[in-house]
């Protein structure tokens, strides 16, 4: 049974300057998967993005969702982007209302949604982002990390089954970084499927359970994270290296310290098995 939510088919885009955004570009997001798109400026992600919920109409190809192909009708879009949620890389894209609680609210009301439930998703929304106490505060008074929540809480009232996020972690500290990742944790947890930008292969290999490469607006491979380490050569061809845990793990195993199985996704399962070896070392002597 094919349990793709999304599914973009030989889709190709050109901008009017002629120049290439997607080019026979094919990729299927997994219901209640959590995705990473990863490959250089200029890849095509954005443009991918852009297509997911109706933004860009492909001029070749078509988009499916829910097996369904996209009916680019007003209503049809409606009802596409109310299952599709985005948010921008850039918050100052996406906010426009004077405060935090209106600007929550503008997606439910353009469904014509009463009242009483735009209230009520407004409230779950900012308290699945932890910006609940911040509801009458102005936007622009906001930091960055406090804008990009309020971007999610807006797509999150739509109450959306697929969130995507273009490099969400772009201008966050670590600390922000991490809050971000709690929420989207709490999210996935819930059944929402998750599909992100970003640079950061190492990031990709910890977070992610499947990884699509893009390079030249082609998706050139979808991979389990599992199995990232068999796949040093696509990783190579769009530009990538193997993550540094993977090339540390192998040289560990290499010298004896550390068994192959099971490869470790973080830096923190690493120290975990070399832990567990050192005091496995000691007992045995």
């Known amino acids: 049974m094919n349990d793709a939510l999304l599914e973009l088919c030989q889709i190709s885009y050109r901008y009017p300057d002629g120049s290439v955004g997607l080019d026979a570009c094919s990729i299927a997001i997994q219901r209640g998967s959590r995705n990473v798109l990863i490959g250089a400026n ?20 078509v988009v499916r969702y829910a097996g369904m ?40 009301l353009n469904l014509g949604l009463d009242m009483a439930t735009v209230r009520q998703r407004v409230a779950a ?18 930091s960055f990390g406090q804008k990009k929540r309020v971007c999610i809480a807006g797509v999150l009232a739509m109450q959306p089954t697929l969130l995507i996020l273009d490099e969400p972690m772009a201008g ?8 971000l990742l709690a929420v989207l944790d709490q999210l996935h947890a819930a059944g929402i499927t998750l599909l992100m930008a970003t640079h950061d292969i190492d990031f990709a ?6 990884i699509h490469l893009m390079a030249a607006g082609r998706c050139t491979a979808s991979l ?58 000691e007992t045995t002597c």
């Not at 200029?42 to 297509?51: A, N, R, V």
């Not at 929304?125 to 906001?142: C, I, S, Y």
């Not at 966050?172 to 809050?179: I, T």
């Not at 290999?205 to 499947?210: G, I, K, L, M």
């Open 224 to 281: 389990n994270a599992t199995d990232l380490g068999e796949h040093a050569e696509a990783l190579a061809a769009v530009g990538l290296p193997l993550p540094q845990v993977i090339t540390l793990h192998r040289a560990l195993v290499e010298r004896g310290i550390l068994p192959a199985n099971p490869p470790p996704r973080c830096t923190a399962s690493l120290l975990t098995m070399l832990a567990e070896a050192k005091i496995t070392q």
């Open 125 to 142: 929304a900012l308290q699945a982002v932890g910006m609940t106490e911040h509801a009458d505060k102005a936007v622009h008074n906001l």
């Open 205 to 210: 290999y910890r977070w992610a359970e499947r």
């Open 42 to 61: 200029g890849s095509g992600k954005t443009t991918l993005f852009q297509h997911t919920n109706g933004l860009l109409r492909p001029q070749t190809g």
């Open 69 to 108: 192909a996209v009916d680019y009708s007003r209503a049809g879009l409606r009802a596409l982007r109310s299952q599709v949620g985005m948010v921008f890389q850039n918050p100052d894209h996406q906010l426009f209302s004077a405060s935090v609680q209106e600007d929550v609210s503008f997606g439910p």
């Open 172 to 179: 966050l500290d670590h600390a922000m970084q991490q809050e």
